[in-house]
């Protein structure tokens, strides 16, 4: 196990089970930080000052420890897609994606609280969606009710039959936490997954 302790700044649950595969131990701590873009943010810029952000905020509480931090943003066309938050914005959303390319950016920082340095990314990912109907649609939104999940969907899930492709460098990604990103930025602080 790490010398350091290893604090995920999060509360989502599918983040957790991610940080779960690697067999490492850690600690969960809530993040208080506001979430909302910039003016004429990019979504790139957007991941990457939120990841840091949660970082932060539970830096204070955890002076010694290495800590996690992520966000994720979907975009469609340049237009930034969100959590839906409820059933009409969800198959608002999927209407939108349908049969389109949804471009996914999932922000990662590790934060040394100790040092007060860090290391960052954007890690992108592209989901090609089938065309969709209205009816398939509204049927995946009642049985899956993806309304906290950006982009309308649950790629763990049944999220998977509404893919015609996927596109990236790690699947991890899509979930909320890029996991070979992360092993090698643990692994630059002397942290080797398979053998610590």
Not at 21 to 26: D, E, N, S, T, Y
Not at 54 to 82: N, T
Not at 155 to 169: A, M, V, Y
């Amino acid at each position: 196990m790490p010398s350091r302790r290893l604090i995920l700044a999060s509360t989502s649950p599918f983040r957790r089970e991610l940080l779960q595969r690697l067999g490492l131990a850690f600690g969960v701590a809530s993040p208080n930080v506001e979430e909302q873009p910039f003016a004429a943010e990019s979504a790139q810029a957007l991941v990457l000052r939120l990841a840091e952000a949660k970082a932060r905020a539970v830096a204070a509480d955890y002076p010694d420890a290495l800590i996690i931090g992520s966000d994720q943003v979907a975009s469609i066309g340049g237009s930034l897609l969100g959590k839906p938050g409820n059933r009409e914005c969800a198959i608002r959303q999927l209407e939108q994606s349908s049969g389109r390319t949804v471009l996914f950016r999932t922000g990662l920082c590790l934060l040394d609280a100790a040092s007060d340095r860090m290391q960052i990314h954007c890690e992108p990912y592209k989901v090609h969606f089938r065309t969709l109907t209205r009816q398939q649609i509204e049927a995946y939104v009642d049985r899956e009710q993806p309304f906290g999940c950006a982009g309308s969907f649950q790629s763990e899930g049944l999220g998977i039959t509404l893919f015609k492709r996927l596109e990236g460098d790690d699947p991890n990604a899509l979930i909320g936490l890029p996991l070979i990103r992360l092993i090698d930025m643990l692994a630059s602080l002397g942290i080797d997954v398979l053998t610590d």
